[in-house]
């Protein structure tokens, strides 16, 4: 099929040269060129060519066969835990690798020796066959056109106009009974994504320990993930981890905060100090511009980071964006030290967390 | 008795009696003296004396003479033992320019010079101290460690600890190939711009979880399917897939329809 030089080919079965491919009309230069003279193929003048192009789709096929069987080998013969070592594609299941590879070669060698038969061997002289005409025979048409005007005369509809408008009116209509039925979309969220589970009074859980937090515990620099009260007890006492209740995700997921402890005298706002305590300030870990939970805090910087879409918010700063797509600051709790000497929320958020919702504002 | 007594004004008497005294206040301070802590003490400090030594040559044009910190680098008065071995043992430390971020590299320091900057920095004040190999063999609640991870550590270093990007240039570093007890140092004392996950909000037990995890996913784990592309999930292997595996079907679509070779070309 490659070979292309035609020492090989007795020059006695080489056809004519065509004389004239393609001769363009001197007066109109847009004329319809016509198709360009057949030329043959090698394999359709040598008969040794077309012997081995038909030994190589064979083989091709055969190709195929023998992946096939190597395919149910791997499925019965290979243990599906073993783990290989192949350079480039790391530990790989064996078992895995020979069943994607044998059965893309059988695959592939089907395709291949079809497309290799068909460029060699099938006939690839051009056919032209004219499309029928699109339109009707004027017998057909005329009939047609006088059935229509019989039917609507014999409907009487031009001679009885309200039935005719109450016809109009009654089908304009009836797309309305598919707007009310979107009510059935869900109950309305209500007041819903305005409140959170944190209430007065509520203590602050570490999320890792499952216990209060005391002041003391946050030291500069470092990050804390907390929940209210009554979220975690999957890490109680017992040590029992509970299924997940209905709808704890949904609360944990609005609730959950992160807590850090900044030098008081980087925080640029009076108010975010006075809703921390010594330099404690707890934000919502939910970002305010499609909700993603956002934790990539760099200590240094006070910078916070959302994994999503690189919004960037000011922990120093009222948590205000610094960076990226979101358009809101990062809801702060207020948070005191209660009676047991443990950190607890003083009110809910005074702004509704997470993705922003059209009656926000 | 009676020749005892009556030798007792012999003029060397008070010389053998000042020998016996002598030889048994040695004895007993030889027998109850705490002579190992002595040793500790000393070698400790000779510790400390080295330590100095490799901090001033080493560390103080950054750090400051006396480790106050200045504009090109952070106080390490209470950074502690665990810090110090942390950012030298992995290279982080000494820096070898200024960046966003100061990147792992072979170390320059040997264990031993490690140990005695270590003691130098932990004598400056109260830090966290080197983790002993039991808090961090990799023997802790996997499970747990997962959830811990996930909830604490996943959205810097990914599910898997192939790390990710920050801002400004700044990273967090894969973790595979990270030794336990630096992955411990690093949770407890907060490197760069990595937040500290102290004793007091993440005990000693769930760090060893933590250990544990990261060294199942990142060395344990096979990768059954081959090609892990970073296990960053649907984003690489859709770009995989597009680039490469797309590629390869242009080439056949390319095949497929060009020309086929005549018998004779023109």
């Known amino acids: ?361 | 008795m009676k020749k005892l007594s009556a030798r007792r004004r012999h003029p060397l008497a008070a010389i053998v009696v000042l020998i016996f005294a002598l030889a048994a206040t040695g004895g007993l301070y030889a027998a109850f003296a705490p002579a190992k802590k002595a040793e500790a003490d000393d070698s400790a400090s000779i510790a400390v004396e080295a330590g100095k030594k490799l901090y001033l040559s080493g560390c103080s044009t950054c750090h400051g003479l006396d480790a106050q910190g200045s504009s090109d680098g952070p106080p390490l008065v209470g950074v502690g033992a665990a810090a110090v071995d942390f950012q030298v043992s992995t290279g982080r430390m000494p820096l070898q320019q200024p960046g966003a971020q100061a990147p792992r590299k072979p170390e320059v320091y040997t264990p031993a010079q490690i140990e005695q900057l270590s003691a130098y920095v932990a004598s400056l004040g109260v830090g966290p101290k080197i983790p002993t190999a039991n808090m961090y063999a990799p023997d802790g609640d996997i499970v747990n460690g997962a959830e811990l991870f996930r909830t604490n550590c996943s959205q810097c270093h990914n599910f898997s600890g192939e790390g990710g990007a920050l801002t400004q240039g700044k990273f967090a570093p894969p973790l595979k190939n990270v030794d336990p007890k630096h992955i411990y140092e690093a949770m407890l004392t907060g490197p760069q711009n990595m937040p500290s996950f102290p004793d007091s909000t993440m005990p000693e037990q769930q760090k060893k979880d933590i250990v544990t995890y990261v060294r199942e996913t990142t060395h344990k784990e096979p990768n059954p399917g081959g090609l892990g592309l970073g296990r960053l999930g649907p984003v690489s292997e859709g770009l995989f897939g597009w680039i490469i595996a797309l590629g390869l079907l242009i080439g056949c679509a390319i095949w497929i329809a060009a020309r086929t070779p005549k018998a004779r070309t023109k």
């Not at chain 1, 925080?267 to 921390?276: D, I, M, Q, T």
Request: proline share 7%; net charge negative.
């Open chain 1, 1 to 361: 099929m490659s070979s292309q030089d035609k020492s090989e080919v007795p020059e006695e079965h080489l056809p004519e040269v065509p004389a004239s491919a393609h001769v363009p009309a001197e007066s109109d230069p847009f004329a319809d060129p016509g198709l360009p003279a057949h030329e043959p193929r090698r394999t359709d003048i040598d008969e040794k060519a077309a012997n081995r192009a038909e030994r190589q789709v064979a083989f091709l096929f055969v190709i195929s066969m023998l992946a096939t069987i190597g395919f149910i080998w791997s499925y019965v013969g290979i243990d599906k835990d073993r783990i290989i070592d192949i350079f480039f594609f790391g530990k790989i299941g064996a078992q895995n690798a020979a069943l994607g590879g044998t059965l893309g070669i059988a695959l592939f060698c089907i395709g291949a020796g079809a497309i290799h038969w068909a460029r060699t061997l099938m006939t690839d002289e051009e056919i032209v066959q004219e499309r029928h005409e699109f339109t009707s025979d004027p017998e057909t048409r005329e009939y047609a056109i006088r059935e229509f005007t019989q039917g609507a005369s014999d409907s009487v509809i031009g001679r009885r106009p309200l039935i005719r408008r109450t016809m109009i009116g009654a089908m304009a209509l009836v797309p309305l009974s598919g707007v009310v039925l979107l009510r059935d979309l869900g109950p309305m969220p209500g007041t819903k994504l305005r409140h959170t589970e944190w209430k007065p009074g509520k203590e602050l859980i570490n999320e890792a320990t499952g216990l209060p937090i005391k002041p003391d515990d946050i030291v500069k620099g470092s990050l804390t993930m907390a929940l209210p009260e009554g979220l975690v007890e999957k890490y109680g006492p017992a040590g029992q981890k509970e299924e997940l209740s209905h709808g704890w995700l949904e609360k944990a997921g609005m609730s959950a905060i992160l807590l850090v402890r900044l030098e008081p005298k980087d925080v640029k706002s009076k108010k975010e100090l006075a809703w921390g305590h010594e330099g404690i300030v707890a934000y919502s870990k939910i970002c305010t511009h499609v909700g993603c939970p956002i934790g990539l805090y760099e200590q240094q910087t006070h910078h916070l980071l959302c994994p999503c879409h690189q919004s960037t918010f000011d922990l120093a700063d009222d948590g205000k964006v610094v960076f990226g797509p979101a358009a809101r600051s990062l809801p702060q709790l207020k948070i005191h030290v209660n009676e047991a000497g443990n950190l607890a929320a003083s009110q809910d958020f005074a702004e509704p967390v997470g993705a922003s919702f059209w009656e926000r504002g």
